[in-house]
């Protein structure tokens, strides 16, 4: 499918399925944030050594890193976990632009704010058409199939 998906902003079949892709394709990144969460905690420590202690202050960026995640690859057409299943992050008025950095980071606050809020803005998602979780709602961004 083409980059562009203007014209089937109302299409049901790009929110087809969604909810099981979204569920999967953060596993998928969870995982890689935690493999990725490994190597730098190694690669910090290791500089912690050579540094005599200094280097162990960089530890404190390692919560951060799933923000980071999300905040660079979103704007690129996704993480790769979305790229895996077939999913993009679209602005939800016309689905043809992708979101830019700053709309990405927001969304990326707003995906771990319903965490803390025990996931009940996930509930959301059963309740609209279009498949849309409360960090979707609030950010005016929308996650639609590309296959």
């Known amino acids: 499918m083409s980059t562009s998906l203007t014209g089937f902003a109302s299409e049901p079949s790009l929110f087809r399925g969604v909810i099981a ?4 394709a953060f596993i998928v990144d969870g995982i890689l944030i935690g493999i ?3 190597a730098s905690a190694l690669g ?3 500089f912690g050594i050579i540094t005599l202690g200094f280097g162990f202050l960089l530890f404190h960026i390692i919560p951060i890193l799933p923000f980071i995640y999300y905040t660079l690859l979103l ?5 790769i976990g979305q790229r895996l299943f077939s999913l993009e992050l679209r602005e939800d008025s016309d689905l043809a632009r992708r979101p830019s950095y700053a ?15 025990a996931f009940l803005p996930f ?9 849309r979780a409360g960090h979707d709602l609030l950010s005016g961004l929308a996650i639609v199939r590309t296959d």
Do not use: D, K, Q, Y
């Not at 704007?75 to 993480?79: I, K, L, S």
């Open 103 to 117: 709309e990405a980071f927001v969304w990326s606050l707003l995906l771990w704010l319903s965490f803390a809020l």
């Open 21 to 24: 892709r979204r569920f999967f």
């Open 36 to 38: 990725f969460g490994w």
């Open 75 to 79: 704007p690129n057409g996704g993480t």
């Open 44 to 46: 910090i420590f290791l």
């Open 123 to 131: 509930l959301l998602a059963l309740t609209n058409p279009r498949r």
